[in-house]
């Protein structure tokens, strides 16, 4: 499986950015598919998924961010509203089905 990620950049806060995540390969069996971050000096923690086909998401992004799919694209999508100077971080697509998978980062950066 490899994830493709895409749609980080620079934004003020109170603005918006869309992430999505490609999948390809052997995409059969997930059992979650989603996003994790990672700020500097941080570790990495999670940020929202769907896991047995729900939505979850971190306390931090509830209301503000919005997980979606198209499963015949297999791609994740990560809406992100109302962006603040402490989502900054880079942003990385994850999967777990026989085993975790991970795409490469894409940086997401708020200025106040």
């Known amino acids: 499986v490899q994830l493709q990620a895409s749609g980080g950049g620079l934004v003020q806060a109170g603005g918006s950015l869309r992430l999505a995540c490609a999948a390809s390969?052997?995409?059969?069996?997930?059992?979650?598919i989603g996003w994790y971050r990672q700020a500097p000096g941080k570790e990495r923690e999670f940020v929202a998924n769907f896991s047995t086909g729900a939505a979850n998401y971190a306390d931090s992004v509830k209301g503000r961010f919005t997980i979606s799919r198209d499963n015949a694209k297999d791609t994740v999508y990560l809406q992100m509203n109302n962006l603040k100077p402490e989502d900054t971080a880079v942003y990385y697509c994850?999967?777990?089905?026989?085993?975790?998978?991970w795409g490469q980062g894409t940086l997401v950066t708020v200025s106040s």
């Open positions: 390969g052997s995409t059969f069996h997930i059992n979650a």
């Open positions: 994850h999967l777990y089905s026989d085993r975790v998978y």
